[in-house]
C-alpha cells in the first residue's frame, strides 16, 4: 500500500534561517510527489511536485524540494524563512492503483518566529 | 482565472439531516476529487469523478455519495448526519485523470453537526 510519512508534527525556525520539513514515502512503481500549504480556514496551496527528471524541484514562493530515490524521501526546503511561511504543509503521493486520488502525510505545523 | 469554488463556506446540521456540499472547478478541469479533513484522521479521499463517473471511491459509508455534471461541477452529500461528519470538506479539480498532474484544491466547506 502507498503511505506517506511526516515525521515531525511541528517544525520551529527562526526567521531568516534555513527550514526543512521531512517527507518520506512509500509507493509500488514511479512515485509522483506533492507538496502542499494550508493556512488557517482555508484549502490547499499547491507548492511543487516531482514526477521525473531533476532531483531538485523550483516551486511557489521560493520553496524547494530534494528527491532522493535511495532514502525515499522529498523533503521541503528554503534557504531562508519568513514569518509568512508560518502554516500547515502536507506532503502527499499519487496512489498509483487509483488514478487522481491522493495520499497525504499528516502534516507539518511550521512556526517561523521573528 | 477563477480558482476551485466551494459554496457554502459554513454550515451547521443537526444530527440525522443531510447536506449537499457544491464544487465548481476551474474552467477546463474535468476531474473532480473529494477529501474530508479533520484533526483526527487528516485528510481522507472521498471520491473522484471524471465526466460525470465515478472514477474512485475512498473508504467511507454509503451515506457519503457524490455526482458530477456535464459542466463538471460536483456536487456531494452526505446524508443521516453523525456527529463525527463534523469536518472541512475540500473539493479538488485537475485538468486531467494523469498521475503527473497537480489538483488544485478550493477553500472548502465547515460542516458542523450538533
Known amino acids: 500500500a502507498q503511505s506517506v510519512a511526516q515525521p515531525e508534527d511541528q517544525v520551529n525556525v527562526a526567521e531568516g534561517n534555513p527550514l526543512t520539513v521531512k517527507c518520506t514515502y512509500s509507493?509500488?512503481?514511479?512515485?509522483?510527489l506533492f507538496w502542499y500549504v494550508q493556512y488557517p480556514n482555508r484549502g490547499l496551496q499547491f507548492l511543487l511536485k516531482?514526477?521525473?527528471?531533476?532531483?531538485l524541484v523550483k516551486g511557489s514562493y521560493g520553496f524547494e524540494a530534494e528527491f532522493n530515490k535511495s532514502q525515499t524521501s522529498f523533503h521541503l526546503k528554503k534557504p531562508s524563512a519568513l514569518v509568512s511561511d508560518s502554516a500547515l504543509y502536507f506532503c502527499?503521493?499519487?496512489?498509483?492503483?487509483?488514478?487522481?486520488?491522493?495520499?497525504f502525510g499528516q502534516g507539518t505545523e511550521l512556526s517561523v518566529k521573528p | 482565472k477563477a480558482g476551485v469554488t466551494q459554496t457554502p463556506r459554513y454550515l451547521i446540521k443537526t444530527r440525522g439531516q443531510q447536506v449537499t456540499l457544491s464544487c465548481s472547478p476551474i474552467?477546463?478541469?474535468?476531474?473532480v476529487s473529494w477529501y474530508q479533513q479533520t484533526p483526527g484522521q487528516g485528510l481522507q479521499f472521498l471520491f473522484e469523478?471524471?465526466?460525470?463517473?465515478?472514477?474512485n471511491k475512498g473508504n467511507f459509508p454509503g451515506r457519503f455519495s457524490g455526482r458530477q455534471f456535464s459542466n463538471s461541477r460536483s456536487e456531494m452529500n452526505v446524508s443521516t448526519l453523525e456527529l463525527g461528519d463534523s469536518a472541512l470538506y475540500l473539493c479538488?479539480?485537475?485538468?486531467?485523470?494523469?498521475?503527473?498532474?497537480?489538483?488544485?484544491f478550493g477553500q472548502g466547506t465547515r460542516l458542523t453537526v450538533v
Open positions: 516531482y514526477i521525473t527528471g531533476d532531483n
Open positions: 502527499a503521493v499519487r496512489d498509483n492503483n487509483q488514478g487522481g486520488k491522493l495520499i
Open positions: 469523478y471524471f465526466s460525470e463517473t465515478q472514477r
Open positions: 509507493v509500488s512503481g514511479n512515485p509522483y
Open positions: 474552467s477546463g478541469h474535468r476531474s
Open positions: 479538488a479539480s485537475s485538468f486531467g485523470t494523469d498521475e503527473n498532474t497537480e489538483a488544485f
